[in-house]
């Protein structure tokens, strides 16, 4: 697992900050495992890409997260913990190499799974686009009993853009994670979406700041430049604050 370097995230936050959620993980990624360009963490599953998400919010920060959500019917505010265990799914079944083959209302389509590329080809197109645009990205071959057809052409049956999106779902599960919660005002139970990318982005901000301003105090009292400080370890930053603060 790769430690936490301090200079290379610095600077991811600062960049992330006019980015989109999509751009922003692939900056993560990439400044995890320089040995992989952002460009090709884009061709990774979107399931892929966030368990190694959840695998750095374990090294970088805690596999105990907490957070919050509001009662659908009553607007409860709830507070709730959870570690990252409890949402961590399968892997992708799906080999490498391999397609979906998805058969619905007369079609067979053999498609691969959603990335972050497709996601930021979405985002750039018309504002309406939505799942009948990702499905289609990620379509090799579509049958209309047993012809080719084009689906650029045409939009795909609600159903067959519903079965698509159902069996991509449960190949790559961790892409679509949901927590299961019940409200102690009115009892309501639902699932609440859980996104990994914020949550990391959000730790991420919290530790830059906190980061900055070490900088900044360190930086007053020992006249050391930036590149000094970032190039301690936390520990030793943390001796040298308290000092500071004495």
Same mark, same amino acid.
């Given at each position: 697992?790769?430690?936490?370097? &301090? ?12 980015? &989109? ?23 990774? &599953? ?14 970088? *920060? ?50 691969? =799974? !959603? ?18 645009? =990702? =499905? ?7 049958? *209309? ?9 045409a939009p795909? !049956? ?20 949901? #927590?299961? =919660? ?11 979406? *859980? ?6 982005? &959000?730790? #991420? ?9 070490? #900088? ?10 930036e590149k ?13 604050w308290d000092?500071?603060?004495?």
């Amino acid at each position: 697992m790769p430690p936490l370097n &301090s200079a290379a995230l610095l600077e991811v936050w600062e960049e992330g900050a006019l980015q &989109s959620s999509v751009e922003r993980a692939l900056k993560i990624l990439a400044a995890a495992w320089p040995e992989k360009s952002a460009q090709e963490w884009a061709g990774a &599953s979107i399931g892929d890409r966030d368990g190694h998400l959840l695998d750095l919010q374990e090294e970088w *920060f805690e596999a105990e997260l907490e957070a919050s959500a509001a009662c659908p019917q009553c607007s409860e505010r709830l507070q709730f913990a959870f570690r990252t265990v409890d949402i961590r799914t399968p892997s992708a079944v799906l080999p490498p190499g391999e397609n979906l083959r998805i058969a619905a209302s007369g079609y067979e389509l053999t498609c691969r =799974l !959603p990335t972050s590329a497709d996601l930021l080809a979405v985002a750039r197109g018309p504002a309406e686009a939505g799942s009948q645009t =990702l =499905l289609k990205l990620c379509i090799e071959e579509a049958r *209309f009993q047993g012809a080719v057809v084009v689906v650029d052409t045409a939009p795909l !049956p609600e159903e067959v853009v519903q079965a698509a999106s159902t069996a991509m779902e449960k190949t790559d599960q961790q892409a679509n994670v949901r #927590i299961a =919660l019940g409200c102690p005002a009115c009892s309501h139970q639902w699932f609440q979406p *859980f996104d990994i990318v914020s949550y990391l982005w &959000s730790e #991420i901000e919290e530790w830059a700041q906190r980061l900055v301003l070490e #900088i900044h105090v360190l930086a007053c009292a020992y006249g050391w430049t930036e590149k000094e400080i970032v190039a301690l370890t936390p520990r030793r930053r943390r001796l040298y604050w308290d000092m500071v603060g004495a």
